[in-house]
C-alpha cells in the first residue's frame, strides 16, 4: 500500500537531489511545532552549562583561589590530552563501554526472544521479572554489587568458592581487572533490559508474513534469523547500540561507589568529577568535561553518518 | 466556577508563603534571637544537641539550627567549600576538619575569631589539638573536639609473641610478633584518606614533615617524600604487603574493615581511632562479638618508626569556624564558645564517643568511664602531630594515596615517584 501512495517526487528526494513534496515540507513543520518547545527548553537548560564550560576551561582557575585565576587558552586541554591518566581513563572508559554493549546487545536480544515468544499469559510475568534490574538505582544496585563481592561481607567468595582463582582470600576490589569485571557485570545485569526492551519493539516490526514465507521455501531458524528478522530489525539494533554506548561511555555511579576510581578503574566522568569537584581546579576539570562531552558527540556522530543510524527510523 | 474556589486557595497558599519567607528573613531585626545555622557533620546527634542547650542558654540572644553536611570528610570539604566561594551568608558556624582549614583560610573564607575569645577557649587545650586549629601559627578556629589513633592489641596475642606492652613498642616488633603468631596487623591500606593518615603519621614520627618550607604557595612549598624518613616510612608499608601482614583485604581495607578484621580470630595488632572500642562495646551488647574479644582489647599510644623516640601519632577531630561572609559573627562567636566548653566537650565525648580536645574535660568521672583508655588518648593528643597544612592538601593526600597504594607494591622507589608526581600535578603538569 504504502509504495502506491509514495510521489514522485518524494522517490527523486531519496536520491538526494530533487526539492522536497508539500507533503514532506508539511510533516517537517508539524515536527517542529510539535518538538520545538521542548528543543527550546533544552537548549536554553543545556546551553548555558556547556557555554559557561568551554569559557572556564580556558582558565587556570582553582575555586579557592580565585585572585590567582588566569587565561591560559588551550594550555589545560594540553595538560589532559598529553597525560597519562587521561589516556588511561580513555582506555577503561572505551573498554566498559564496548564489552558491556557487546554482551548487552547479545543478552538482550535473548531475553527479546524470550519476551516475544513465551506463551501469553507468562509474558506479563516474564517481562516484570527481566525489567525489575532497570527499576533499580542505580546506586543501590552499586551497593549491592559492592556488599555481594566485598571481602569481608561478601557472599560470592563462598559461593563460587569452587571456581579457580576465587576463594576465601580472594579480594575483588584489590586490584584493578577483578574490580572491572564486577563493574561490568553490574552493568550489564543492570541495563541489559534497556536494550532488551528496545529490540523487543524492533522485533514486533518484523513482519511475520515475511518469516511464514522463508519457512515455506524450507530456510532453517537460523536462516531465518539471519536473512529475515535481523536484516528487519536493523534501525531497532543500532538504535539501541548507539544510545547504550552514550550511556555506557558516561559511566559513573557504579565505579564511584565501588572502587571509587582506585587500582586503574577511573573513567573519564570520574576524572571530571575529580578535578572539578573534589580537586576544585575548575578549569582543568572544565577542560575534562568538554573534552568528555566532544566524546560522546563523536560517537553520536561515527553512528549516524558511518552506520547510518535513522533515528527517526520507519522511513528508511 | 469550579476553578475559582481553587485558584483563590493556591492564591492565599503562595501569600502565605511569601509572607512566611519574608518575615523569617526579618525574625532578627525585630529584636528576636538571631538564626544562626551550624554545618555539622553526621554524628550521633550530640551537636544538635548542643545546639539546643546553648540556644536556650543564649536567653534569647541567638537561635542554632543545625544543616547536616555528607558523611565522609572530603565530602564534606567539598560543600563548604563551594558555599564558602559562592559567598553564601549562612555559613555561621561550621564543624570543620583540621586538614583542610588551610585551603579555607587561605582565600579568606573564614572569619578571624576574637582574640580575646581565643584566649579563653584555647587555655587548655591539648597540644596536637590546637595545632590542628590553626593557619600560619594563628588561630582561625577554635578546637572542638580531637582525635587521635591508638595502637590496639590483643593482649593475649601480644603475650604469646611475648611482647611488653607496658612500654613503646615499634614497627618492627609488631610485624615481627604478628608473623611469629600467624595474625594479621590492622592497618589502612585502601587508596583513601586512611593511606595519608598512616603515611604522614610514620614520616613525623621518624621526626619528618611531608610538607616543608612556604606551604601557602606553589612555588613555595616543597615535597619532602624522598627523605630518609619517607624511606623508613616506605619500608614498614611495603614490608606489611609484601609479607602479606595485612591480610587478604588489605588494598580494599579501611578503619572499619580493620576493625572486623580485628576482631575475628587473626586480629592482632591495630592503628584506629578509639571509636573501634565503643563499636567493639555495642557489637558484644548486640551478641556479634563475644565479651572475651573485648576483654583481651588492649591499648597503648601509637608504635615507635625509631626505637626510642616518641611517636606522632596521627591528628583527627572537628574544629569550629565561621564563614567570613557570614551576617551574624559576633552571635556565632558566642555560640561556639558556649559549644566548646570543657564540660560540653565532656558531655559531647561521653555521649557521642569523640575525644574532647580540652585536657580539663578528660577530669570528668563520666568521660573516665565510659572511656577506660582516655589517659592513653589524652597522652597521644599532646603528642600528634596535625597532617601537612596547606591549602594544597587535597592535591598532597590523593597523590600519596595514588602513590603508596597498593601496599605491596611500595618499595624504596616509592617516596621519590610520589614526590615526583605530587610536585607535577601542583604545577598543573599531571591531572591526579
Not at chain 1, 141 to 163: C, E, H, K, R
Not at chain 1, 209 to 232: C, F, H, I
Not at chain 2, 305 to 325: H, M, R, W
Amino acid at each position: 500500500m504504502s509504495t502506491t501512495t509514495q510521489s514522485p517526487s518524494t522517490r527523486r528526494d531519496a536520491q538526494g537531489k530533487a526539492p522536497l513534496s508539500d507533503r514532506t515540507r508539511a510533516e517537517r513543520r508539524l515536527g517542529w511545532m510539535l518538538a520545538g518547545p521542548a528543543f527550546l527548553v533544552m537548549l536554553l537548560v543545556t546551553m548555558y552549562p556547556i557555554v559557561q564550560a568551554l569559557w572556564d576551561s580556558l582558565f587556570s582557575y582553582r575555586l579557592t583561589a580565585p585572585d590567582d585565576r588566569s587565561f591560559v587558552f588551550l594550555q589545560n586541554y594540553w595538560t589532559v590530552l598529553t597525560d597519562p591518566v587521561f589516556l588511561r581513563d580513555l582506555g577503561v572508559t572505551v573498554l566498559i563501554t564496548v564489552v558491556t554493549v557487546a554482551v548487552e546487545l547479545v543478552l538482550g536480544f535473548a531475553l527479546a526472544l524470550v519476551m516475544n515468544n513465551v506463551i501469553k499469559s507468562f509474558r506479563g510475568v516474564v517481562r516484570t521479572a527481566i525489567l525489575v534490574p532497570y527499576g533499580i538505582i542505580t546506586v543501590v544496585s552499586a551497593f549491592a554489587w559492592f556488599y555481594a563481592f566485598d571481602i569481608n561481607t561478601g557472599y560470592v567468595n563462598n559461593w563460587f568458592g569452587w571456581l579457580p582463582i576465587i576463594g576465601p582470600d580472594f579480594n575483588w576490589f584489590g586490584q584493578g581487572w577483578s574490580s572491572l569485571i564486577v563493574i561490568m557485570a553490574s552493568e550489564i545485569w543492570k541495563t541489559t533490559p534497556f536494550i532488551s526492551l528496545l529490540l523487543l519493539a524492533g522485533l514486533a516490526q518484523v513482519p511475520g508474513e515475511l518469516n511464514e514465507a522463508a519457512k515455506v521455501d524450507g530456510a532453517g531458524w537460523w536462516q531465518r534469523m539471519y536473512k529475515v528478522t535481523l536484516p528487519s530489525m536493523k534501525a531497532a539494533i543500532m538504535v539501541a547500540v548507539v544510545f547504550r554506548a552514550l550511556d555506557a561511555f558516561r559511566i559513573f555511579d557504579n565505579i564511584f561507589i565501588m572502587t571509587n576510581g582506585q587500582y586503574g578503574t577511573e573513567t573519564l566522568s570520574l576524572l571530571a568529577y575529580r578535578t572539578s569537584i573534589t580537586r576544585l581546579e575548575i578549569g582543568l576539570g572544565s577542560a575534562v568535561s568538554v573534552i568528555l562531552f566532544i566524546c560522546v558527540l563523536l560517537i553520536a556522530f561515527v553512528a549516524m553518518k558511518v552506520f547510518k543510524v535513522d533515528l527517526a527510523g520507519g522511513k528508511g | 466556577m469550579t476553578a475559582k474556589p481553587h485558584r483563590r486557595a493556591l492564591r492565599a497558599v503562595a501569600v502565605a508563603a511569601v509572607g512566611a519567607f519574608v518575615m523569617a528573613g526579618c525574625a532578627s531585626d525585630d529584636g528576636g534571637p538571631v538564626q544562626l545555622t551550624w554545618y555539622i557533620n553526621p554524628d550521633a546527634g550530640g551537636q544538635a544537641e548542643l545546639a539546643k542547650q546553648c540556644s536556650d542558654a543564649s536567653n534569647g540572644a541567638y537561635n542554632i539550627s543545625t544543616s547536616l553536611l555528607p558523611r565522609d570528610a572530603a565530602s564534606q570539604r567539598e560543600q563548604l567549600a563551594r558555599r564558602l566561594a559562592a559567598g553564601d551568608t549562612t555559613m555561621d558556624i561550621m564543624s570543620l576538619d583540621p586538614p583542610f582549614i588551610p585551603e579555607l583560610a587561605e582565600p579568606g573564607f573564614l572569619a578571624t575569631p576574637p582574640s580575646d575569645l581565643i584566649d579563653r577557649t584555647t587555655s587548655d587545650t591539648l597540644e596536637g589539638a590546637a595545632a590542628g586549629a590553626q593557619w600560619n601559627g594563628e588561630y582561625v578556629t577554635v578546637p572542638f573536639w580531637a582525635n587521635t589513633q591508638l595502637l590496639f592489641y590483643r593482649k593475649s596475642v601480644a603475650e604469646a609473641a611475648g611482647l611488653d606492652m607496658s612500654k613503646p613498642v615499634t614497627w618492627d616488633e609488631i610485624m615481627d610478633a604478628a608473623e611469629s603468631q600467624d595474625k594479621y596487623l590492622g592497618v589502612q591500606g585502601i587508596q583513601g584518606e586512611s593511606m595519608t593518615v598512616w603515611v604522614n603519621g610514620l614520616i613525623e614520627s621518624a621526626g619528618g614533615s611531608i610538607v616543608e618550607g612556604d606551604a601557602a604557595s606553589v612555588d613555595g612549598l616543597s615535597i619532602n617524600l624522598d627523605s630518609e624518613e619517607g624511606k623508613k616510612a616506605a619500608e614498614i608499608v611495603g614490608g606489611i604487603g609484601e609479607r602479606g601482614l595485612g591480610g587478604p583485604g588489605i588494598s580494599s581495607q579501611d578503619e572499619n574493615a580493620a576493625m572486623a578484621q580485628f576482631q575475628g580470630d587473626k586480629g592482632s595488632f591495630m592503628v584506629n581511632w578509639p571509636f573501634i572500642y565503643s563499636a567493639t562495646a555495642a557489637a558484644v551488647e548486640e551478641g556479634s562479638v563475644d565479651q572475651s574479644v573485648l576483654d583481651d582489647i588492649g591499648w597503648t599510644t601509637w608504635p615507635e618508626v625509631d626505637k626510642g623516640t616518641e611517636s606522632a601519632p596521627p591528628l583527627g577531630g572537628i574544629n569550629l569556624g565561621v564563614g567570613a561572609d557570614s551576617q551574624h559573627q559576633e552571635e556565632a562567636w558566642d555560640a561556639i564558645e558556649c559549644i566548646t566548653t570543657p564540660e560540653n566537650q565532656a558531655q559531647y565525648m561521653v555521649s557521642n564517643g569523640n575525644p574532647a580536645a580540652s585536657s580539663a574535660a578528660y577530669d570528668d568521672p563520666a568521660v573516665r568511664e565510659a572511656f577506660p583508655m582516655y589517659q592513653t588518648i589524652r597522652d597521644s593528643l599532646d603528642m600528634a602531630a596535625p597532617r601537612p597544612q596547606t591549602p594544597y592538601y587535597n592535591e598532597v593526600s590523593s597523590g600519596i594515596q595514588e602513590t603508596w597504594t597498593p601496599i605491596n607494591e611500595v618499595n624504596e622507589n616509592t617516596p621519590a615517584e610520589s614526590e615526583e608526581f605530587i610536585m607535577s600535578v601542583l604545577n598543573g603538569e599531571s591531572l591526579l
